[in-house]
């Protein structure tokens, strides 16, 4: 089944306790990307990924780290949490990115990881 | 500024009523593209509709239709005679030409409750 999995799903920490999330596509997907979703703001993104090895900023990308080393594996990493890193976390893939044209452009997300950090 | 901004925080309706949740858009760029997402109770993104800025037709699918005007620099979504399993978050982005159509902002979304 094709898919995009994160885990965990859910996490409760601490402030300055490194943490990483995964995120995973079998989808052969060469674009993947990061959000985070707060009530009052909709979804943010954070970062995303063109392909292996080349990621941008997305619009929040204070705080977080991620890593394209392998097309299917795309973790954020949040090197010292902070409470208002407290969120719930997408991250989502799509075939390529937008240049290729309509049928690359649909994103897939994930089921979503809900991050509290105390 | 908001790119996306949907002023719609919340709407209820009782079925079989319809519905219209806004969404406004900002850019500069004169290609772009418009999304609109669902997310239900259980919380997962289901994509809905792509459109791009050169393709202003309006577009119906089922119970659901897209009225597109650059004009107005707006992407509203009409939910016909509504159900009870149209209750959710809607959610309206946008995407870029300048920042190769990578970048994806959102508005800050529409819940919409139905109640039957």
């Known amino acids: 089944e094709a898919q995009v999995t994160q885990n965990p799903r859910y996490l409760i920490t601490v402030t300055g306790k490194k943490l990483t999330v995964t995120c995973s596509q079998n989808?052969?997907?060469?674009?993947m990307s990061w959000y985070r979703q707060d009530p009052g703001l909709g979804l943010r993104q954070i970062y995303y990924?063109?392909?292996?090895?080349?990621?941008d900023k997305g619009d929040v990308p204070e705080g977080y780290k991620v890593s394209r080393k392998e097309k299917r594996n795309f973790p954020l990493i949040l090197e010292s949490p902070s409470p208002n890193q407290t969120s719930l976390y997408f991250c989502?893939?799509?075939?390529?990115?937008?240049?290729?044209?309509?049928?690359?452009?649909?994103?897939?997300f994930g089921p979503g990881t809900r991050l509290t950090v105390l | 500024a908001q790119k996306v901004t949907q002023a719609q925080t919340e709407i209820s309706v009782v079925e079989k009523e319809d519905v219209t949740l806004d969404c406004v858009y900002e850019?500069?760029?004169?290609?772009?593209?418009l999304f609109w997402y669902k997310q239900p109770p259980s919380g997962e993104l289901v994509f809905l509709i792509r459109?791009?800025?050169?393709?202003?037709q309006n577009e119906i699918s089922g119970r659901y239709s897209w009225n597109f005007q650059k004009s107005t620099s707006s992407f509203n979504f009409t939910i016909t005679a509504s159900q009870v399993v149209d209750s959710a978050v809607y959610f309206c982005?946008?995407?870029?030409?300048?920042?190769?159509?990578?970048?994806?902002?959102f508005g800050s979304g529409t819940k919409l409750n139905v109640k039957p």
């Open positions: 989502a893939s799509s075939l390529l990115g937008g240049l290729a044209g309509d049928s690359y452009n649909e994103q897939f």
């Open positions: 989808m052969n997907h060469e674009y």
């Open positions: 990924s063109m392909n292996v090895e080349v990621t």
């Open positions: 850019t500069r760029d004169t290609t772009y593209y």
């Open positions: 459109r791009n800025s050169f393709d202003e």
């Open positions: 982005a946008l995407s870029e030409a300048r920042y190769n159509f990578n970048k994806f902002y």
